[in-house]
């Protein structure tokens, strides 16, 4: 594919999260070709450019911009943190970059900052050295991922350990001017309006969030807020999707259930093939894994407990 020199240039200045801009170019190339021409102009990159911009919002763009800039941009310096010199990785999805609500971003940065401490604190570089067999390399990392809501921008499922933000939403049974917009913005089909009042059927909800921010009125907003964890997925020689361990647990459930995960691997028998993380835990089954008495989100219990703790706020 060719390229005009302005269209180069256009996409050398956009602003897009870094784990995104591998896409950039593809995507230019993709309008062109997609037009039956072979050569990518100023008009595919600006297109490219605006369906980024329409993608994380014209606020992203410029926080990456200023960013590149040097400038402070009011983020929290625990999600740039690089871990040099540790065996495992910390991924957190776009809303690190200020995409969508700084709601999400308040959880990801409640579960982030215990789940780093407990990591060091159980020295998780030394079980991954102790259970290396081959030259260290980047397979051998401990990956985890922290996704903002359910939609998964960059997929949990594939890591060693994946957290997903969740948000219940509730709604108030007045003052829904029936504009529609909770039902068109749902693409679960979950919102009904029903006798001038939203119905939310949780069966098909995935906790999203995405309701609530649609709803000027306020009708819909989120009581209950949790994580869903996933572990033992890798996107190796042998792919595996990773399985839940818990549906709905807050930031303290989180770091125990982490716990449970690298002690097992830590106790795991040394074999003379190389076992990864993700092998235990084919075998060993996630029951092990999982906490006694965890609730659902909907019940009393949650709700009380979220509150007494203050962990949701
Ligand atoms: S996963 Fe959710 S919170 Fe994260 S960038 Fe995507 S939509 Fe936003
Ligand atoms: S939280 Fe998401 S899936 Fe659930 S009703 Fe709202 S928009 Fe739909
Ligand atoms: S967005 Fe709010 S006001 Fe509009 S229909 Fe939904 S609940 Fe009612």
New binding site residues.
């Given amino acids: 594919m060719e390229w005009e020199k302005e269209a180069e240039d256009i996409l050398d200045h956009i602003a897009v999260p870094p784990m995104m801009a591998q896409f950039v170019r593809m995507d230019a190339e993709r309008r062109a070709l997609q037009k039956g021409q072979s050569k990518v102009t100023a008009a595919h990159a600006r297109a490219t450019m605006k369906g980024y911009e329409r993608t994380f919002g014209c606020e992203v763009t410029d926080v990456i911009r200023r960013m590149g800039r040097g400038e402070d941009v009011g983020l929290p310096d625990a999600f740039f943190e690089d871990d040099d010199g540790e065996l495992f990785k910390i991924d957190l999805c776009p809303a690190k970059y200020g995409a969508c609500t700084a709601e999400k971003r308040e959880m990801m940065l409640a579960v982030l900052v215990p789940l780093r401490e407990k990591l060091k604190q159980l020295n998780a570089t030394s079980i991954v050295i102790e259970k290396a067999r081959t030259p260290l390399m980047s397979h051998h990392v401990f990956r985890i991922a922290i996704i903002g809501c359910p939609n998964c921008c960059m997929s949990p499922y594939f890591n060693d350990f994946g957290i997903i933000c969740q948000l219940r939403p509730t ?1 108030k049974s007045e ?9 068109t913005s749902c693409s679960e089909g979950a ?1 009904t ?1 029903q006798n001038g009042s ?1 119905v939310i059927d949780y069966e098909r909800c995935v906790l999203c969030g995405g ?1 609530e921010k ?4 306020e ?2 907003f989120t009581k209950e807020k949790g994580y869903k964890v996933v572990v033992g997925g890798t996107g190796s020689r042998h792919p595996r999707i990773a399985q839940t361990v818990a549906q709905w647990t807050d930031a303290t459930g989180v770091t125990a259930i982490l716990e449970k995960a690298l002690t097992a691997y830590h106790e795991f028998p040394v074999e003379k093939k190389e076992i990864p993380f993700h092998e235990m835990v084919c075998r060993l089954g996630v029951d092990v894994l999982r906490l006694t008495g965890a609730r659902k989100p909907g019940t009393a219990a949650t709700t009380e407990s979220a509150e007494k703790r203050n962990i949701f706020q």
């Fill in positions: 709604v003052g829904c001017t029936q504009c529609q917009a909770c039902v919102i309006l939203p309701c649609e709803c000027k009125q009708v819909i």
